[in-house]
């Protein structure tokens, strides 16, 4: 692909480059460490993978992380996977989440939003007060550094001071979203055995109520290691019995105590799609996370005190954890519990100019939904304030970079990024200092050595290839639950290129640096932002007896839209009529996500499978995209590839 752009449709004044965070960091750094004092971010940029170690002593400097205990070198070992960050070191993530009370006491940490879109805050030092009383309380329950502690929580402030008195105590946080089914919830808490599970009654969303209270029994009896159940009356609903009450769990005026943990101890537990079985759980460590999102947070975001932080999330989401790390730099955090688009599409930019939000964080997806229903933001509301629109959960397409410069302000920093729930974290996005181009992600980050590979493993520019990160970057996990030799780990991110991370992302790594996403090379399923693994879909749908075989596929569309089409192929005797269609849709809606609900259901001749007897999903997004059957699969490694000629023949009719 050509890079030659004729201009920037963004450019950073000289007030805004001398004032970024970056840019002051560059300046010490250079004086302090050796980083180069010209040059600009890709000098920077470049001496922090060359010079790994000196980078991230000079991130923990700069932002002052407290080590309990000191380290004796930055990088005990730096090969993949294995690296070891800061051996010897001990220190507490929520110590520094919850800094910020000392001077900022009464000010807001949180200002929370459901869909009547009044916010709520609450500040530094109530924050700090319920956390140290759900801590102790934890402590009482008999919860230990690297016990199991699990959240079934929408988006609400518990949902914080739960994860909070979790990592102060040293335990392990995992959440899942309400609107998950009890099927994914235990494919996922099963795997991790939690002592402790925080509930709500239900949620709303949309204007309804959800009751979620059968699901949370289900939850209870299928999760044998829970020695409480701490019940969140989101909805006014009397606790269950033998369940204990939040009010009585935060109600005490204590400090919290900060457990001092290795650096690589477990901070918390996320999940991948489980594309191909059971979701792969995700364990990221106490001090790689805080490292990196400091680094993250504070530079490339440059937020900070006076700074207000919304990203639209779920607590199924990672960008749910990286929203609680905004307090780390000091800055209030945005909590928004509801539907994106209630009452109208245009909600979250209400929900932005009712908060003041600085840095607003939402899905390419939405940009594109406010532009098709002609949504005019900066007409309707005051979004003097926001400084950066944020995007993720799939590539921002030219036309919502051309839309929110056009409808938000011409003077906007638009921060397109790309990472991913396995590092918890962003390979390429946002750089305050550099220019925005059309349909590109400003720059790799910090200390990530990130390239573009073909399939024999060289670096290539200005041509698509493989995301690969070529040096350790500390959110790496630190292993997956019940994988005790790591082939697992190793096989989902090594098995490519032996000792160097590929992603699973198509990108283009422009003459200039800057990055085009083209979509995710493998199969997960991305909804809204949240994903989802097919296997989840199939094992639903595949309950009914009409369906002989499913097929899910995920298709990023030209237009910036997302087509997600179920296919089945059917029973003999059955009929894709009405009735079965809405069994199909109501099966997804209950049991797993109402946000996974097929566009179409199309009936087919059959599935198309490897020799081994996996089903062929890649291949066939790649058909619905328009590649060439001879370039989308290799016949040899097929069943039956007259099978694959009715996707072909499909996308050609749709256009």
């Not at 369940?243 to 996320?270: G, I, M």
């Not at 909804?527 to 639903?540: L, N, P």
Request: hydrophobic share 40%.
């Amino acid at each position: 692909m050509s890079t030659v752009n004729p201009s920037p449709l963004w450019q950073p004044t000289p007030e805004r480059i001398a004032h970024a965070r970056i840019t002051k960091f560059q300046a010490w750094a250079a004086e302090h460490h050796g980083a180069p004092a010209h040059g600009g971010y890709a000098a920077l940029h470049r001496w922090s993978v060359d010079e790994l170690d000196t980078f991230w002593k000079a991130v923990t400097e700069w932002f002052d992380v407290r080590f309990s205990t000191p380290y004796a070198r930055v990088l005990g070992d730096r090969s993949m996977p294995g690296a070891e960050w800061f051996p010897g070191a001990t220190l507490n993530y929520a110590e520094h989440a919850l800094r910020a009370a000392g001077t900022r006491a009464d000010e807001p940490a949180l200002l929370y939003l459901d869909e009547t879109h009044e916010p709520t805050p609450v500040s530094w030092s109530e924050l700090r007060r319920q956390v140290g009383s759900l801590a102790a309380e934890l402590r009482a329950l008999g919860v230990r550094p690297g016990d199991r502690v699990s959240g079934y929580l929408p988006n609400v402030p518990q949902a914080v001071v739960a994860l909070l008195a979790t990592a102060a105590v040293g335990a392990v946080w995992t959440s899942c979203a309400p609107d998950f089914g009890a099927r994914s919830v235990l494919d996922r808490f099963q795997q991790v055995e939690p002592v402790v599970l925080f509930t709500v009654d239900g949620y709303r969303y949309g204007g309804k109520e959800h009751d979620r209270r059968d699901v949370v029994a289900q939850l209870r009896g299928e999760l044998p290691t829970l020695r409480a159940v701490v019940h969140i009356p989101l909805l006014g609903t009397e606790a269950p019995e033998g369940a204990l009450e939040w009010s009585t769990l935060t109600s005490a005026d204590v400090d919290p105590v900060f457990e001092p943990v290795p650096f690589d101890h477990p901070l918390w537990v996320l999940y991948s799609s489980g594309t191909t079985g059971l979701p792969k759980a995700i364990v990221q460590s106490q001090g790689g996370i805080l490292v990196e999102h400091l680094k993250q947070l504070g530079l490339h975001c440059d937020l900070g005190t006076e700074d207000r932080f919304f990203w639209y999330t779920s607590t199924g989401w990672m960008m749910w954890n990286f929203l609680v790390s905004g307090l780390l730099t000091g800055t209030t955090i945005v909590l928004y519990d509801g539907s994106p688009g209630h009452p109208d599409t245009g909600a979250q930019w209400r929900i932005a100019e009712r908060t003041g939000a600085t840095l607003f964080g939402t899905s390419a997806a939405y940009v594109m939904a406010c532009r098709k229903a002609e949504v005019h933001p900066s007409r309707d509301a005051d979004l003097t304030r926001v400084r950066c629109v944020a995007t993720t959960g799939s590539p921002l397409p030219p036309d919502g970079f051309r839309w929110l410069h056009d409808e938000v302000s011409e003077d906007l920093w638009i921060a397109s990024v790309s990472g991913g729930t396995d590092v918890c974290s962003c390979f390429a996005g946002a750089v305050p200092t550099l220019p925005v181009y059309i349909g590109e992600l400003q720059a790799a980050g910090l200390g990530t050595d990130l390239q573009s590979w073909d399939a024999s493993g060289r670096p290539v520019v200005d041509e698509v290839g493989e995301l690969v990160v070529t040096n350790p970057m500390p959110s790496m996990p630190v292993r997956f639950w019940n994988d005790p030799d790591g082939s697992r780990y190793h096989d989902s991110y090594f098995d490519t290129y032996p000792g160097v991370w590929r992603h699973g992302d198509w990108i283009t790594v422009t003459a200039r640096d800057s990055v085009v996403i083209h979509g995710r090379s493998d199969s997960t399923l991305n909804r809204q932002g949240v994903r989802m693994g097919s296997a989840d879909i199939y094992e639903a749908v595949e309950r009914l007896p009409e369906i002989k075989e499913s097929l899910v596929i995920g298709v990023e569309l030209p237009d910036g839209g997302y087509w997600m089409p179920l296919f089945v192929h059917l029973a003999p005797g059955a009929e894709l009529d009405e009735a079965l269609l809405d069994r199909i849709k109501r099966t997804i809606r209950e049991q797993l996500s109402p946000r996974h609900v097929p566009d179409e259901v199309i009936e087919v001749p059959g599935v198309p499978h490897t020799l081994t007897g996996k089903r062929i999903e890649v291949p066939v997004k790649r058909l619905l995209q328009g590649t060439p059957l001879d370039k989308a699969v290799n016949a040899g490694s097929v069943d039956d590839v007259e099978l694959l000629k009715f996707y072909e023949r499909l996308a050609r009719e749709r256009g």
